[in-house]
């Protein structure tokens, strides 16, 4: 078993005193797997003040020097890939012939990418007489959750430190191994101290440190809409900017015309993907009463094709739910919507018959489902599709718009051209049309509960980047 009980503060593994230790459980065997001493207030003091002693110099490197490291920090990733594919697979249960695609490749990436953006900071705009410069932000607490814990930390971190900001990390207290790797990683390029600051966590203990911290001048925060609003009430008195990317209820419109045989595979295997486990998925797909039978169909059938089971396993696509708290919260909402009137056409709250221990819950999907039940309005959080039916497009837009959540949402179309005018009628910070992906060179980020940030694409260093106006005579 592995024993976590450094911090990375100021350059240094500094050893944490603190007495509470977080049991690190394998979903899939349920097995405690590691043990992780939870810093302190006083640990998080530490690591605040050596990232505001780093700032100057840090923010004062050359952008040049600063992508270099950045670079060299992507070499040493790909070098320790199949680490990084590991503390995944150990701590989430991620499958592991989907996990470098999930939640690899595209970090590594994104560390070059925001290499290559690291000269917008010094890039000075003329207005009229007046010069619009920009400057880093300064010290920024990043708090990630557990469900994509590389690929968060790193649309966190790159951009924030090719702006020249210094960081604060806590990852979730369930996935701390990619962030342990990524500290040695750093630690072994030489990144100066105290730019880069890892400390492990309880939320409600240090989270509110962070977030109350007057030397800390912005603080960036994933998870829940719950706990986005409490990091928000504790930012306000020190008037830091507050970054939250927050929950999600996503609506996915199939139209009568569509292609129905892939814009249906398309759903379906978009809400299995990461166990559910995703804030953008599109859980709520939209369907025409005309097509309804046709659709139900095909969903079940890909639903079927899931394999669930060990993640060991080359040939699995689903692992378990990446935690006990998750998997009860999952089988409660499933049977929630049974409780509502929804009809189950696959799928139960009872872990699959072949499994006799692990998370696991099998691709589950709802039909019947109306848009004020809960589980067509409430995050789930799990591989639960809800299907509900429309009477014409005009309906589809009031039912997907009808949500407390805007993070994202789909559509699915004749064609490019049929979609666009939908997608632009949707409330939400993405829209992804005939079937397309994750795009690292899109802004991502929430309307209404789903928070105010933009992570990825350029708008993610205006995050850490504050604009400064020299009016000139
Ligand atoms: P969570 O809010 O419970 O925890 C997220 C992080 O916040 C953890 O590190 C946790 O320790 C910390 N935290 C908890 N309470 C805190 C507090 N009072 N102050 C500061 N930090 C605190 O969420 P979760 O269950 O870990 O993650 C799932 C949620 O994250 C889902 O709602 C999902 O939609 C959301 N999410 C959003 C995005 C996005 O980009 N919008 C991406 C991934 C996940």
């Known amino acids: 078993m592995q024993h976590i009980n450094n911090a990375y503060i100021n350059g240094n593994w500094h050893p944490l005193a603190g007495l509470d230790q977080f049991s690190l459980i394998n979903p899939a065997t ?20 050596a990232a505001n002693k780093a700032l100057l110099d840090w923010s004062n490197t050359p952008n040049k020097k600063r ?30 012939g989907l996990t470098g695609a999930f939640h690899i490749d595209c ?32 010290v920024c607490a990043l708090i990630n959750p557990w469900n994509y814990p590389l690929h968060q930390l790193v649309g966190k971190l790159a951009p924030a430190l090719a702006t020249g900001c210094t960081v604060v990390v806590k990852p979730a207290e369930q996935t701390p191994l990619a962030d342990h790797i990524m500290a040695q990683i750093i630690d072994k390029v030489g990144l100066p101290a105290g730019v880069f ?63 129905l045989e892939a814009a249906v595979r398309y759903g379906v295997e978009d809400v299995m993907g990461n166990t559910g486990q995703t804030c953008n998925a599109l859980t709520r797909m939209l369907v025409p009463k005309s097509r309804y039978q046709e659709i139900v169909k095909i969903a079940a059938q890909v639903a079927k094709e899931q394999v669930v089971g060990d ?19 999952v ?42 039940m809960r589980i067509a309005q409430e995050e789930i959080f799990g591989p639960v599709l809800c299907i509900i039916e429309y009477d014409d497009i005009e309906q589809a837009i009031e039912i997907a718009n009808d949500s407390q959540y805007g993070l994202s949402s789909a559509v699915y179309a004749k064609d490019q051209a049929s979609a666009l005018p939908i997608a632009a009628r949707l409330d939400a910070g993405q829209c992804y049309i005939q079937g397309s992906y994750f795009s690292m060179y899109a802004p991502f980020g929430g309307v209404k509960q789903s928070g105010n940030g933009r992570e990825w694409g350029e708008e993610a260093m205006h995050e850490y980047i504050e604009t400064k106006a020299i009016i000139c005579p």
């Open 30 to 49: 349920q097995d405690c797997i590691a043990k992780v001493t939870m810093a302190t207030a006083e640990d998080v003091n530490l690591a605040v003040e």
């Open 67 to 96: 992508a270099e490291y950045l670079n060299a920090i992507a070499d040493e990733m790909q070098n320790r890939y199949q680490d990084l594919v590991q503390a995944h697979v150990q701590s989430m249960g991620c499958p592991v």
């Open 107 to 138: 970090a590594i990436e994104a560390m070059r990418y925001y290499a290559e953006m690291a000269p917008m900071i010094d890039k000075v705009e003329q207005r009229e007489n007046n010069l619009i410069t920009k400057q880093p932000i300064g």
């Open 197 to 259: 600051n890892l400390v492990f966590g309880r939320g409600h203990e240090i989270g509110p440190v962070m977030a109350e911290h007057p030397k800390v001048n912005m603080i960036s925060f994933t998870g829940s809409t719950r706990a986005g609003i409490e990091v928000a009430k504790n930012a306000a008195a020190s008037v830091k900017r507050v970054c939250q990317e927050l929950g999600g209820k996503s609506a996915y419109i199939i139209t009568e015309d569509a292609d």
């Open 311 to 329: 993640p060991n396993h080359p040939d699995t696509t689903m692992g378990p739910l990446a935690s006990e708290r998750q998997f009860n919260i």
């Open 331 to 372: 089988q409660d909402y499933i049977k929630l919507g049974v409780e509502e009137g929804a009809e189950l056409l696959i799928g139960s709250s009872d872990r699959p018959a072949h499994l006799d221990k692990g998370y696991y819950i099998a691709p589950t999907i709802f039909t019947k489902v109306t848009r004020h």
